[in-house]
């Protein structure tokens, strides 16, 4: 009798898993379709970053509001880039573009954020562009979490100024740029402890090793409070989708 029930339970449990997983990846489908409606419908003059998040709706702010960023230290960042002169700076934080999520049309790659900067001539204007976007890429992840910009966009000039500036650029650059990676690195430290406390205490997990006949179960994490917030944006990923496969 012990045993059938615990294959039973184990069974359940399985089905469980197996349909969290369906979820999740559903879930990750509709968050991507969404991304990819919006920016598709978006207008030429529009500026995500420069307009602030007041005009986004449930969906938009929960989709953009993931990402891939990881935390550093502060005093290691700033140890390689004064050891390397800057180049470990400058591989690290261009990387940075494909750990976003895109919210506008000419959000760069991280080969193309990388190699625009040795094309001639045209390398003075991409140190502006680039260097403002990831800033500002980096600063909508504070404001859609009702933190105050981290990366000012001041500090960014200044060291793209710096970086242009002939027979000087070679020491002046590094300088201005190490301040900038200190404050793009502890702006993403920022966000990241701030997601991870959210979802701490967001989640309440049964007790982990808990079980019934002998078998062991995970922790079980309880649902995010915002279920409308969820659903509205389950909504809108859904009405994108149906608005694709109509334009097909």
């Not at 409606?37 to 005009?55: I, L």
């Not at 000087?168 to 920022?190: D, K």
């Not at 007790?207 to 002998?214: K, Y």
Request: aromatic share 8%; hydrophobic share 50%; proline share 5%.
């Amino acid at each position: 009798m012990f045993r059938s029930d615990r294959d039973a339970l184990a069974g359940k449990l399985d089905d469980v898993q197996a349909e969290n997983e369906r979820l999740r990846r559903q879930n990750e489908a509709m968050r991507h379709a969404l991304l990819a409606q919006r920016v598709g419908r978006q207008p030429v003059a529009s500026n995500t970053y420069r307009g602030g998040v007041a005009g986004l709706g449930a969906g938009e702010r929960v989709a953009l509001a993931r990402h891939q960023l990881e935390a550093f230290p502060v005093w290691a960042t700033a140890l390689l880039h004064i050891v390397t002169f800057g180049i470990v700076s400058f591989i690290r934080f261009n990387a940075m573009h494909a750990q976003l999520p895109q919210a506008e049309r000419d959000d760069p790659s991280v080969g193309k954020a990388i190699g625009l900067h040795f094309a001639p001539y045209f390398n003075y204007y991409w140190i502006f562009w680039n260097g403002l976007r990831l800033c500002d890429r980096v600063n909508l992840q504070c404001r859609l979490r009702g933190m105050p910009d981290g990366v000012p966009r001041g500090l960014v000039i200044a060291a793209c100024v710096a970086s242009v500036i002939p027979y000087i650029q070679l020491l002046t650059g590094p300088i201005t740029w190490l301040f900038v990676a200190i404050a793009m690195q502890r702006t993403v430290n920022r966000i990241v402890e701030l997601d991870a406390r959210t979802t701490s205490e967001r989640v309440a997990p049964v007790a982990a090793g808990a079980g019934v006949f002998g078998v062991r179960f995970p922790a079980v994490q309880a649902l995010p409070d915002d279920v409308a917030v969820q659903a509205e944006a389950e909504a809108e990923a859904a009405a994108a989708i149906a608005e694709q496969r109509q334009r097909r």
